[in-house]
């Protein structure tokens, strides 16, 4: 197990398939509603919050889990502002997956820089979460989409690069063979340096 802070109100912790089988799960168990993913929950915010000080007490707690090739998963735990008016009527805690992730392949920084540049000035609102590596001689990059669904961004991809995956297999596969070069929000940091 890995834990991370990575900022003041963002945690990330690394489980691999023996961690989560040591705690009597898999990432296909992990579901807020049942009372084992819970217990869980709370012992691994319980032991960042030893390690790291992490404090999910100044808000609502969003919990995004992405899976791993090898059978683990990496949690991603953020504390919203409560006053956050997108997030009104729910509970103290909301836990999703991400799901669809899809995966392009670039063969050179210019490549990459360019299809950045444009999805951060043309389709922002569209992403809400990217994640780039070095992968090779070349680069990838991660998209989530808003609806689940590239066929917006697509033409635009296919401009710079290849189709590389789609789902979590190929997102973890990226994430494990690549160098990792911006995590999160890679489209908005790469992009806003192009022209």
């Known amino acids: 197990m890995k834990i991370e802070l990575c900022s003041e109100d963002r945690l990330k912790i690394t489980l691999k398939y023996e961690d989560l089988r040591a705690l009597s799960l898999s990432f296909d168990d992990l579901d807020y509603a049942e009372m084992e993913t819970r217990r869980v929950i709370w012992e691994l915010l319980d032991e960042a919050s030893r390690q790291t000080g992490f404090d999910s007490s100044g808000g609502r707690l969003l919990i995004e889990a992405l899976p ?86 697509e033409p635009l991809l296919k401009e710079y690069g290849e189709f590389a995956g789609e789902g979590a297999p190929a997102a973890a596969y990226a994430a494990e063979h690549g160098q990792l070069l911006a995590e999160e929000d890679a489209i908005m940091k790469i992009g806003r340096y192009g022209t």
């Not at 392949?105 to 820089?113: K, T, W």
């Open 68 to 153: 791993l090739l090898d059978g683990g998963c990496i949690l991603y735990f953020t504390v919203l502002p409560r006053d956050l008016t997108a997030l009104q009527g729910v509970g103290k805690l909301q836990c999703k997956r991400l799901c669809g992730p899809y995966v392009y392949e670039f063969p050179s920084a210019e490549e990459l820089l360019c299809v950045c540049t444009r999805l951060w000035h043309e389709q922002r609102e569209s992403i809400p979460k990217s994640t780039a590596y070095r992968f090779g001689r070349g680069y990838r990059l991660v998209v989530y989409t808003k609806e689940g669904k590239v066929s917006i961004l």
